[in-house]
Antibody
């Protein structure tokens, strides 16, 4: 059974960098056809795709966040990570990591989500 | 890239059928048969219900079905049950530039 678990600080100050890690179990981040993704959901609002990484290091980001986002992968730890720079209150959200099946473009496994608040 | 448009809420009585629409553009829904639907109960992660417009993952009830016409995709819930009460989101592939766009979300209420 594939499981994803987000971890990281729950509070980040404005203008600083949000950093989260997703630990994958039951699958390997080096498995072909899967892209390891981040999706966020502001409180009471809808879902927004942030970006993904393939095990080779290939990345793709939401154009609206591209200038501030970096997704990286650590194959030795079977983890992938999100960094979002220069955060504001608008970045307060529940952050999910998810597995994207690239051949068919759907998210089949999701983490439980971690709430990150941006506040001084 | 704007979010796909969904009705804010849809309701129905147990046993009835309801349909949720998801309207995009020729750059996303209208150009690719790569629409997926997710169910989200309060405090839970989204769950895949439909992919590639009409296909159901293993374990998903056949009461859930998907379709598409032009730039509007739809999710139909037949034989509505209390457990179907949740938020539903569509998602479409939108090309190599934008990649993925989600819908605005629909709250389904079972009366």
């Amino acid at each position: 059974q594939v499981q994803l678990q987000e971890s990281g600080p729950g509070l980040v100050k404005p203008s600083e960098t949000l950093s989260l890690t997703c630990t994958v179990s039951g699958d390997s981040v080096t498995t072909g056809t899967y892209y390891w993704s981040w999706v966020r959901q502001p409180p009471g609002k809808g879902l927004e795709w942030i970006g993904y990484i393939y095990y080779s290091g290939t990345t793709k980001y939401n154009p609206s966040l591209k200038s501030r986002v970096t997704v990286s992968v650590d194959t030795s730890k079977n983890q992938f990570s999100l960094r979002l720079r220069s955060v504001t209150a608008a970045d307060t959200a529940l952050y999910y990591c998810a597995r994207l099946y690239g051949d068919h473009d759907y998210f089949d496994y999701w983490g439980q989500g971690t709430l990150v608040a941006v506040s001084s | 890239q704007s979010a796909l448009t969904q009705p804010a809420s849809v309701s129905g009585s147990p046993g009835q059928s309801i349909t949720i629409s998801c309207t995009g553009t020729n750059s996303d829904v209208g150009n690719y048969n790569l629409v997926s639907w997710y169910q989200q109960h309060p405090g839970k992660a989204p769950k895949l219900m439909i992919y590639e417009v009409t296909k159901r993952p293993s374990g998903i009830s056949n009461r859930f079905s998907g379709s598409k016409s032009a730039s509007t995709a739809s999710l139909t819930l037949s034989g509505l049950q209390a457990e179907d009460e949740a938020d539903y989101y569509c998602c479409s592939y939108a090309g190599t530039g934008t990649s993925y766009v989600f819908g605005t979300g629909t709250k389904v209420t079972v009366l």
